[in-house]
């Protein structure tokens, strides 16, 4: 729990509403938070699907884990206090991206159940979306191009998840995919198909 230390503030509301937001983008403001190993697709597939979400004519932004800690994130390492302070800061982010009438897409490995929940509070009922990005551990290494678990399991990196650290698998999330099982294309459409049902994106 993040202590609230800065007294003597009060919250102010816009003069525009996130309805107006969401009117004017003709969708609806929403967090896609991809989860699963290092190797298992998250980045890429968030990329695919912002790819097909411009081409649909819709705003949206991918949060990535490794461009956040050259920034926002740059003084946090990945030790479990650190790693759960990383997905509140991002959580927070994607909420107010997501009040911008933004459908926002986060790939983070984010290996704690409870600091998914924690982000999924944030939000409004609907509004957050866990995405299961499953892929055997054994294809993660094998994709591994920075030699990432190569180094992990010779000692060289430390609480490195999968191998020195938890991950913690989602109980229910709203979407699997399994990115060893099916095309990029197939993931992307699976995802898009899930945003019009629940009607965050539009028929255009």
């Known amino acids: 729990m993040t202590l609230q230390k ?3 503030i009060v919250w102010h509301e816009g ?5 107006d937001r969401e009117k004017l983008l003709n969708q609806k403001g929403a967090v896609l938070w991809f989860t699963g190993l ?8 968030a990329r695919e699907v912002e790819k ?4 649909l004519g819709c705003l949206s932004y991918v949060l990535d884990g490794d461009n956040i800690r050259f920034g926002l994130n740059k003084n946090l390492g990945f030790s479990p206090e650190d790693r759960s302070e990383n997905i509140r800061r991002i959580g ?10 933004v459908i ?3 790939a983070f490995i984010s290996p704690y159940r409870f600091d998914r929940n924690m982000v999924r509070q944030l939000l409004r009922e609907g509004e957050f979306t866990e995405i299961y990005v499953s892929c055997p551990l054994e294809e993660c290494e094998r994709r591994d191009v920075k030699g990432l678990y190569q180094k992990a399991r010779a000692g060289e990196i430390k609480e490195f998840t999968g191998i020195s650290a938890p991950y913690e698998e989602p109980v229910n999330p709203e979407l699997v995919i399994h990115t060893a099982a099916e095309t990029l294309e197939e993931s992307a459409d699976k995802v898009i ?3 019009m049902n629940k009607g965050i994106v539009q028929q255009r």
């Open 52 to 55: 097909k979400l411009h081409h």
């Open 193 to 195: 198909q899930y945003l």
């Open 104 to 106: 926002t897409l986060t």
């Open 6 to 8: 800065a007294m003597n």
């Open 92 to 101: 927070e982010v994607a909420k107010l991206f997501a009040d911008a009438g």
């Open 38 to 45: 290092s190797g298992s697709g998250k980045s890429t597939l």
């Open 15 to 19: 003069n525009i509403s996130r309805t």
